[in-house]
């Protein structure tokens, strides 16, 4: 869920941007220590930066009938790490804005913060803590659960820009989760589903691929994904 | 070729010539305008400008750009509708009730005000979008310091986003017409496919793309030439002119 050009009012679009500017330096750091140790990161980010815009071009079945979409970050942080996915995340959504017209300049920031911070680094918090539990279901979980913050997030963001005059935050929270969770609950379930289905269909295709994987990202992810 | 109406217009319109940095004022110069003004006057006054500037001088293709405006409006209807409705008791002005609920007039202006700020904001952004290609952005961000390796890792993006919009358009027909999506067990199972094909496709395309340069001793970052687009005068004046009067505008009231 993106939160449209000019929606935010500028002191909170500013704001937004500060919170998130220095996970996305963070993760500008990380990158080009990866590159500067391996050149091909280089290639192999690009090719999945590209493949998570190109994920926002698959609608899913919803069962709104509405045109959500995967936000592909909870994989993203499952398999690259969240600093990682902290930049691909923040280039992702710039190419969004400017190729797709989805989401925004001034609210860059905001979005950056909801989708490629505080979503990939829950997503990825709960599969660490599952890493005893059946892989499919650690994938799952932390698939949904990126997708869910990442929309709690948004509402708040929303509520706190626009308080409910009567019922002041708590209210517009609400009304704001509410409104949203006719799209956003079902797309969290079916973007799970896909995640496991995605993770399932790379380790019985895809070994060499994921022997890379772990070396770009994390080195334990190779022996998780294939032992597990 | 996949194509994106948005990048299509980027390409083709009569300012594609125009240096990166006079649009970019221009654009981005409406759009903190935009976001900024309290003032529904100055909103109107960025939409035509913005709207004029793509149009009749860009020429962008008026069905690409209308798109490009209208994209957002389920969210931010939605999210309008959402600021003009309140809950609780106290709602004494009242325009409408129902209960509980209430539309009264401050909230009605507020989400007014939301409602233009998104117009006007999303029409400067749109003027940028569809006038100056992403690869020519991406590469004012490498003049502007931005580091060498995201800039990279932003071209090679732009590069695969096309190549996996085709992979992604191909599989899915070869999944249609074999009624991969005849029901939702088969849709979903064909989606999950769908998706890691793609995925697989893009990592080995990465990979083949890297040995080719490796054995070509390519190590360092993949520069182009830039053609040399001088800034033009004319258009910076008349550009900061207007930014100027919508400013005043904007502050004065």
Sequence with gaps: MHIAEGFLPPLHAAGWTV???PFVVHGAREVRRLVRERPDARLLLGAAGAFTFVLSA????SVTGSSSHPTGTGVGAIVFRPPVMALLGTVVLLFQALLLAHGGLTTLGANVFSMAVLGPWAGYGCYRLLRRAPLAVAVFVGVAVADLATYVTTAFQLALAFPDPTSGLVGSLARFL???AVTQVPLAVVEGILGVLLVRALRSWAGPELAGLGRVGEPDVREETVDA | MARLAIDDA???NRWRTRSTGEKALLALGLLLVAVTTREPGVSAAVLVVAVTCALAQARVPWRTYLRVVLAPATFVVLGAASIAVT????TGDAVW????????EATLARAAEVLGRSLAATSAMALL???TPLVDLVAGMRRLRVPEAVVDVAEVMYRFVFLLLDTLATVREAQASRLGYGGGRAARRSLGM???TVFVRAWTRAQRLEDGLAGRGGTGSLRTLAADRPVSVPFVLVSGAVLAVLSTWSVVG
């Design chain 1, 19 to 21: 919170v998130a500017a």
């Design chain 1, 58 to 61: 698959l609608k899913l079945p």
């Design chain 1, 178 to 180: 509410g409104i949203f």
């Design chain 2, 10 to 12: 980027a390409w083709g």
């Design chain 2, 87 to 90: 809950v609780g008791s106290g």
């Design chain 2, 97 to 104: 009730s129902a209960g509980p609920v209430a539309v009264t």
């Design chain 2, 129 to 131: 979008a569809t006038t």
């Design chain 2, 194 to 196: 769908l998706a890691s």
